[in-house]
C-alpha cells in the first residue's frame, strides 16, 4: 500500500483544511486509519483513528476541531480540521495499519505540510 497525503497549506488561525490521503493498492475494512503529525526535534503524534466500523478517536489537542473520515470504496482518508491553532503546524501523514498473522504492520505517506500563521 502507498500513500500520498495532500491538502496541507499555510493557513491563519481559525482557518480550516481538509487533508486527503489517496491509498494505492486496496485498503481492507479491517485496516486501521489514522492521521499523525510531527515537528522537528519531537516525536511523531496521532491526531486522530478510525477504525473499520467508523469509531474514531481524537488526540485531546484536536477534540471537537477535528474529523477524521474514510472511504473504503475510493481507499481514501480524510481529515477535516477547523479552528486552527499555530499548535498545529505540523507534517502531517497518513496511517494504515494492517494485522497479519505475525503482527501489525504500518505504511505511512510521504507527509504534507500545515503552518498555521498566528
Known amino acids: 500500500v502507498q500513500l500520498q497525503a495532500s491538502g496541507g497549506g499555510l493557513v491563519q488561525t481559525g482557518g480550516s483544511l481538509r487533508l486527503s490521503c489517496a491509498a494505492s493498492?486496496?485498503?481492507?475494512?479491517?485496516?486501521?486509519m489514522g492521521w499523525y503529525r510531527q515537528v522537528p526535534g519531537k516525536q511523531r503524534e496521532v491526531v486522530a483513528t478510525?477504525?473499520?466500523?467508523?469509531?474514531?478517536r481524537y488526540a485531546d489537542s484536536v477534540k471537537g476541531r477535528a474529523t477524521i473520515s474514510r472511504d473504503n470504496s475510493k481507499s481514501m482518508l480524510y481529515l477535516q480540521m477547523n479552528s486552527l491553532r499555530p499548535e498545529d503546524t505540523a507534517v502531517y501523514y497518513c496511517?494504515?495499519?494492517?494485522?497479519?498473522?505475525?503482527?501489525?504492520?504500518?505504511?505511512w505517506g510521504q507527509g504534507t505540510q500545515v503552518t498555521v500563521s498566528s
Open positions: 478510525i477504525l473499520s466500523g467508523g469509531t474514531a
Open positions: 493498492g486496496t485498503i481492507y475494512s479491517t485496516d486501521a
Open positions: 496511517n494504515v495499519g494492517r494485522t497479519f498473522v505475525s503482527g501489525r504492520y504500518d505504511y
